[in-house]
């Protein structure tokens, strides 16, 4: 009796397990097919641009990642080179996906962001004992304007972004130092901020569809930097 009892649980889970899988898979179809017909509706428009080609997939990507990561501070150089490097045949198996509103790449592209983000959440409490400590009197060399190529890399990166944000806060308020308790009340600030910008991206795949319309809008622009 208790092993079928047991059973008939197990069963209930999947069961439960396998609709709600369906249920995801529909719902991501949905939104999919609707960012679909949005950007044939904005090629429609467009007056040089009729349909989604490799290189508008490419700028798209690229788009995407600085949209989210301008200032280079969360993602590895080897997490974007898939996207920013992808081969021709690849990115026009891309454009070929579209037009059955299958935008598996940048689905997956979104979730290497949300990891990011958990990524530079613990890196940024790790360097938190070192801001502490820092003497803000020294010179400290700004990030480089590439992305990083190792973790270690990422986490000095993020340091002296943090370490910058105190200094500037220093001259502001025209003082040569701050006590433990106002660095930790202004990191505490910047902490705050930092994680109501990253909230966008870890919302539901509605929240995606935005970024990667906005990403496509100005990959149609031909005078883009990229």
Known sequence: MVCRRIFYSFVLILLCSSFLFKERSEHRQFISESLSKSIEKMLDYHVEYKKFTPEIALRSFKVFIDQFDSLKIYLLRS???????????????????HKSGNYQSFYELNE?????IYRAREIRRCVRQRLLESDLSLECAEPKEVFAASSDELAERNYRKLRSF???????????????????????????????????????????????LKAF??????????
Do not use: T, W
Not at 112 to 116: A, G, T
Not at 192 to 203: C, G, M, P, S, T
């Open 112 to 116: 290497c962001i949300r990891l990011s």
């Open 166 to 212: 105190l200094i500037a806060e220093m001259k502001i308020e025209g003082v040569s130092d701050f006590s433990k308790d106002q660095r930790i009340c202004l990191l505490d600030l910047c902490e705050n901020r930092f994680q109501k910008q990253e909230q966008k991206y870890l919302e539901g795949e509605e929240a995606l569809v935005m970024r990667v």
């Open 217 to 226: 809008a100005k990959s149609l622009d031909a005078h883009s930097s990229f």
């Open 79 to 97: 997490e974007i080179d898939q996207y920013v490097s992808m081969p021709y045949g690849d990115l026009k198996k891309v454009a070929k996906l």
